[in-house]
């Protein structure tokens, strides 16, 4: 497939092509990307495709949510066929070493491959990794707005609940900071596609190095400081890209 093929199954026309896509990955895809969507500046749904159109500072962006690495090398492929120059993976992680809290920010420079697709696009052994200029852009953004972050690398897996208490200990002692299920596949499609790319993940769902659940409620207080610090981890990662591509790194 070729770049109008790409195109014409985002239904978009050349002009329209985002800059950047901004890919939630969160169970629950229809919800998040409503809830995203209004974080974009004159937001328009996507007619053909599941997503958005729209800008965040001045940057054009488009906004596509994905469960699972699958989903989430699909939406990818897709947008960066398409056009899309890079590509954000923002949603949530589960926390594998003790001491993290709720909002807490990971921009992980490569991520393990155990998600089961990045195989597909990359060979063995070769690292499922972030652009670090873009990577650090993203950093620097947060910084500005004093939200500190991580760097550390990331576990991507296929499987959400076949986790057990052995397996989070196995993950937790080999210094994976969380576990998510689409970084590796994002990253593996981008750096085979050739796109800039790098990621965002905050803090949201569940500490199960210290058996805090995912199933376990929030408070209402917890919640709305949840939204307000994803709301401002987006707008970062869009910031993080403008420095990026003004810096002469691309796009």
């Known amino acids: 497939m070729g770049t109008e ?5 985002l239904g978009i026309a050349a002009e329209d092509v985002p800059d950047l896509l901004l890919l939630v990955g969160v169970f629950d895809v229809h919800g998040a990307r409503a809830r995203f969507a209004g974080y974009l500046e004159g ?9 958005y159109l729209g ?12 469960f699972g690495g699958p989903m989430a090398a699909v939406h990818a492929h897709t947008w960066i066929g398409a056009g899309a120059r890079a590509v954000v993976q923002l949603g949530w992680f589960g926390a594998l070493q003790a001491g ?3 909002g807490d920010v990971l921009v992980p ?4 491959r155990e998600d089961g697709v990045s195989d597909w696009y990359l060979a063995k052994g070769i690292l499922s990794d972030a652009t670090a200029g873009f990577a650090s852009g993203i950093t620097a953004a947060l910084g500005a707005r ?8 990331i ?5 959400l609940l076949a986790e057990s208490r052995e397996v989070i200990a196995d993950w937790s002692r080999h210094g994976w900071q969380g576990v998510d299920m689409e970084t590796a596949a994002t990253f593996a499609v981008a750096k085979a596609l050739g796109a800039a790319r790098a990621a965002a993940l905050i803090r949201l769902d569940d500490l199960i190095s210290e058996e805090d659940s995912l199933v376990q409620s929030m408070a209402r207080e ?12 987006l707008e970062c990662a869009v910031e993080g890209y403008a420095r990026f591509r003004d810096g002469g790194g691309g796009g």
Not at 5 to 9: K, L
Not at 109 to 112: E, G, S
């Open 55 to 66: 800008t965040v500072g001045g940057v054009r962006v488009g906004l596509s949510a994905a």
């Open 43 to 51: 937001a328009r749904e996507m007619g053909r495709f599941p997503g």
């Open 222 to 233: 917890r919640r709305a400081f949840i939204r307000e610090r994803e709301r401002a981890v």
């Open 100 to 102: 993290m809290g709720f």
């Open 5 to 9: 093929d790409h195109q014409r199954v």
């Open 109 to 112: 420079r490569h991520a393990q």
């Open 146 to 153: 004093g939200i500190p972050c991580g760097e550390h690398a």
């Open 155 to 159: 576990f991507s897996t296929p499987a």
